[in-house]
Nanobody, 127 residues
Framework: QVQLVESGGGLVQAGGSLRLSCAAS????????IGWFRQAPGTEREFVAA????????AYADSVKGRFTCSRDNAKNTVYLQMNSLKPEDTAVYYC????????????????????WGQGTQVTVSS
């Protein structure tokens, strides 16, 4: 069992930055592929970014590529999503999710590949 807690959301002006954190308990994140997803009101949940259990591979949605960076600190059992050059269309509830895997470079993009989810953190970008 893995419990995930996101933090770091908030209100920021367009062009600003935020860093989201996903802290885990119950199991070490070093055995987890972690994904970030977001959902805006009236829309479906969408993939944002992910990092492999090895930390050697990352994947990003085209809409955030070059602006968002996913990283992990296994010593702190935490994964981060650094979000720069934020746009109003980035406004959403952001969720982190985990899937337990053997040490690998595989990165899952589909939400249904992830078993454990956090409660979400709101990110609001004003224009």
């Amino acid at each position: 069992q893995v419990q995930l807690v996101e933090s770091g959301g908030g209100l920021v002006q367009a062009g600003g930055s935020l860093r989201l954190s996903c802290a885990a308990s119950g199991r070490t994140l070093s055995w987890c592929n972690i994904g970030w997803f977001r959902q805006a009101p009236g829309t479906e949940r969408e993939f944002v970014a992910a990092i492999s259990s090895s930390g050697g591979s990352t994947a990003y949605a085209d809409s955030v590529k070059g602006r968002f960076t996913c990283s992990r600190d296994n010593a702190k059992n935490t994964v981060y999503l650094q979000m720069n050059s934020l746009k109003p269309e980035d406004t959403a509830v952001y969720y982190c999710a985990a899937r337990t895997v053997a040490y690998s470079d595989y990165v899952a993009r589909a939400g249904n590949e992830y078993r454990y989810w956090g409660q979400g953190t709101q990110v609001t970008v004003s224009s």
